[in-house]
């Protein structure tokens, strides 16, 4: 399988950079060949993020996500790429979840304007503009759950 899952956050909808970033995946040798707009229910968002939950056992942390998405849009994407390893390479793309340690060539470090500090002092999720796959099953996963 050389494809990934990607999501572009509530808070990409919300500093108007999802035209931007959709033009920078496809200027990187980027294929979108599915794409989604959802409304984000409990439900959906509770099983997207339900390992990181568990293994947190963070009452704290479920709660931000809920705040953070519930209500409001996403842009689920399937994307593929010609070089093989689609999700390696759009991980190095993006870089790292703290756009604060993020290299400026990346997505998260050109257009990233959180801190994973700065979010953890206000209690809140850490607002990082895209989510991205980080394996081929959790990329399966996230397709049948996002494209249901």
Request: glycine fraction near 6%; include cysteine.
């Given at each position: 399988m050389n494809k990934s899952y990607v999501m572009l956050k509530p808070d990409c909808f919300e500093r108007n950079l999802v035209d931007t970033l959709i033009q920078e995946i496809k200027d990187n040798g980027f294929?979108?060949?599915?794409?989604?707009?959802?409304?984000?229910?409990?439900?959906?968002?509770?099983?997207?993020?339900?390992?990181?939950i568990e293994r947190l056992n963070s009452d704290s942390f479920k709660e931000s996500v809920l705040k953070a998405f519930v209500g409001k849009k996403v842009l689920a994407l399937e994307i593929t790429n010609d070089t093989g390893d689609c999700v390696t390479k759009f991980r190095e793309l993006i870089g790292p979840t703290d756009p604060a340690k993020a290299d400026k060539n990346t997505l998260r470090g050109k257009y990233g304007n959180d801190s994973m500090e700065k979010s953890k002092a206000e209690g809140?999720?850490?607002n990082n503009l895209i989510h991205a796959s980080d394996s081929e099953d959790s990329a399966?996963?996230?397709?049948?759950?996002?494209?249901?």
């Amino acid at each position: 399988m050389n494809k990934s899952y990607v999501m572009l956050k509530p808070d990409c909808f919300e500093r108007n950079l999802v035209d931007t970033l959709i033009q920078e995946i496809k200027d990187n040798g980027f294929r979108i060949e599915a794409e989604k707009e959802v409304v984000v229910d409990e439900k959906r968002i509770l099983k997207h993020y339900e390992e990181v939950i568990e293994r947190l056992n963070s009452d704290s942390f479920k709660e931000s996500v809920l705040k953070a998405f519930v209500g409001k849009k996403v842009l689920a994407l399937e994307i593929t790429n010609d070089t093989g390893d689609c999700v390696t390479k759009f991980r190095e793309l993006i870089g790292p979840t703290d756009p604060a340690k993020a290299d400026k060539n990346t997505l998260r470090g050109k257009y990233g304007n959180d801190s994973m500090e700065k979010s953890k002092a206000e209690g809140r999720m850490l607002n990082n503009l895209i989510h991205a796959s980080d394996s081929e099953d959790s990329a399966k996963k996230e397709l049948g759950l996002w494209f249901e």
